[in-house]
């Protein structure tokens, strides 16, 4: 059975847009435990648009479950997450310009500096995941790296589900897109990686992704903060954990 991540920034985000104190990325941790969370996932940015310094730090102080901090391979917050010493650090690519998290990282083209920065944070005892597009080869790499986990990026079946252009989905493309993560799941298992996944999944696109053998965690932020608007984070956390725990069957 996968458990269940939730992805905070986006409460941070809401806070920053009126830059004060309230939403509380902290307090919804909180909430997201409550509501039966297994982890809770932030991302610590070079630009800090979303998640401070302030709330890693009292995340790691008030996260009962285990924490995962997602950092790019920069070494200023390679060293903040070595402080920290979060659970489980996801190193992912960052650029200024993108909304959110675009593609994953290249485990090949980065090989060496992801292979220094995984040996730095394991040295902490932190188990070091890499959120990569589900291909056979950045499996490899990231494996070849020392990392112990992946993350496989689902933003391209979230896609194919509900086209970005607003077309209509075709179910030839869905089925493309499953196979693909099933690729990608494949490979991490035979390299012993533990493996995850996350990015677009949302209330209706989960259930095929969740009832795949072999996923531990899935890592979800975006459409839980938007149902928490309407029915609270505690509910919101609930139903996707049930989904999540028993697809096909809620
Ligand atoms: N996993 C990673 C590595 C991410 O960068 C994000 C987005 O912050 C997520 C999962 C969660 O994606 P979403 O907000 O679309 O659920």
């Avoid at 493309?173 to 690729?183: F, N």
């Amino acid at each position: 059975m996968a458990g269940l991540g939730v992805n905070i920034d986006h409460v941070a985000t809401i806070r920053e847009a009126r830059k004060t104190v309230e939403p509380d990325p902290v307090w919804a941790a909180v909430e997201a435990e409550l509501g039966g969370a297994d982890c809770i996932t932030f991302h610590l940015r070079k630009d800090r648009r979303h998640i401070n310094d302030r709330d890693a730090r009292m995340l790691r102080q008030t996260v009962r479950g285990k924490l995962n901090m997602e950092l790019s391979l920069d070494q200023e917050i390679v060293d903040v997450a070595v402080a920290l010493c979060p659970h489980q650090a996801t190193l992912v690519p960052e650029n200024r310009q993108e909304v959110t998290t675009e593609g994953g990282l290249d485990c090949i083209a980065h090989g060496e500096r992801l292979a220094e920065v995984t040996r730095q944070l394991l040295d902490c005892g932190i188990v070091v995941s890499a959120f990569i597009d589900p291909e056979p080869d950045q499996v490899a790499a990231a494996s070849e790296a020392g990392c112990n986990a992946i993350e496989i990026h689902t933003g391209a079946y979230a896609n194919a589900c509900t086209p970005p252009d607003g077309s209509l989905p075709h179910p030839r493309d869905i089925d493309d897109a499953l196979q693909a993560i099933v690729t990608g799941l494949e490979a991490g298992l035979d390299a012993d990686l533990v493996v995850h996944g996350g990015h677009g999944l949302t209330y209706h696109n989960i259930a095929p992704v969740a009832a795949m053998e072999g996923f531990c965690e899935f890592n979800i932020g975006h459409c839980i903060i938007s149902r928490a608007v309407f029915v609270g984070l505690r509910e919101a956390v609930a139903e996707m954990k049930d989904l999540v725990a028993y697809p096909g069957e809620v």
